[in-house]
C-alpha cells in the first residue's frame, strides 16, 4: 500500500480492543470496552490500518433478531477523514446485516448524516442527547422487573428482539433498573457519564416517574438519549438542569417509517445500540 493508503477493510478482534478505544475516545464518546466487546462478541467490527498498522477506521453491524440489525462505531481518526473510508466500511456493514435478511439502521450523528444520506439512509426521528450533573443517589433502586420481562419490554419496543444487548446490560456492575411488570429504565456505566436508557413505559407520564426513581439512585454526570417527540420529559429534564449536548437522526437505510413502538420508547439504549 501507498504511504497514504489505508490498507483494506479487515475484521475488528478481541486483540484490537485498546485501537478501537482509541478511535472512541478520539470522537469524545462515551464507550466503555464492554461495549466494544459487545460489538466484537456479538456483531461483526471491521476497520482500517494506516501503513504503520495504526487503527485508523471503524464500523460495526451488530444483528438484531427481528427485522433489523444496527450499524455503529462508525469512527475515522482526523487525519484520514474524508477518504471514503466510512462509506466503504458503512457498505461493508450494510452488506453484512442484509446478507442476514436484516435493514441496516444507524443514529447518526450530523457529521454521520451527510455520509448516510448519500447511501440511501433515510431519517425516521431525532432524538437529543440530554447531559446533567446528579449530584447525590437519594435512594436505593427499587424493584425492577426481571430480566425475562426487561427482554420482552424491550423487545417490543424496539421492534427486534435484543435479548443479548439486555443481559450484557444488566450483567454489568454499576447497572441499575427500576419498573415493574409495564416498563423499565435501565442505566449502565459509560466512560464519560452514566448512559441512562432505555426507557420503556405505556405513556409519557409513566415514563416520566420511572426517570425520576432511576435518578434518585444515581450519583454523577449522565447522559439520556430522549426522542424529540417526547417534549414533557425534555422540559422536565431542563427544570432540573439538564441540557442538550448534541441530536441525533435514526436512520434506516430505505426505510422511513420506525420500527417497534415508538410511542412506548421514551429513550434509547444509546446511538450505538439504538
Ligand atoms: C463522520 C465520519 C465517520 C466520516 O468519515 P469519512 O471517512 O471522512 O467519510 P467519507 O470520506 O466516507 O465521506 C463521504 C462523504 O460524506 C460527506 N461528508 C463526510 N464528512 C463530512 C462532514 N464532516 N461534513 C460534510 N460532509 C461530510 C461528504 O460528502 C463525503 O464525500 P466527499 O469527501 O467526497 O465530499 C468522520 O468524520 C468521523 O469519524 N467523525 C467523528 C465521529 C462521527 O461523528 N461518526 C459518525 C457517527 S454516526
Redo the contacts with the bound molecule.
Sequence with gaps: MAASEAGPIEPLGAGDLDACMALSIE?GWNQTADDWRHFIREGRSFGNRAPDGRLV?SAAALPYDGPFGFVSM???TADW???????RLVDRCVEELQARGLVPV????A??A??YR?QGFVGQFGFDRWQGMLPVAKAAAEAAPGADRIRALDAEAAGAGRARLMDDFLGRDGTIAVGDGNGFALARAGRRAIQAGPVVAADETVALGLIDRLFAALAGFVFIDVPQAWRRIGDWLKARGFEIQRSFTRMALGRAEPFGLPARQFAVAGPEFG
Excluded at 477523514?81 to 462509506?87: E, Q
Aim: net charge positive; proline share 0%.
Design positions: 470522537a477506521a462508525v469512527l475515522v477523514r474524508r477518504r471514503g473510508l466510512a462509506t444507524l443514529d447518526a450523528t457529521a454521520g451527510e455520509v448519500k
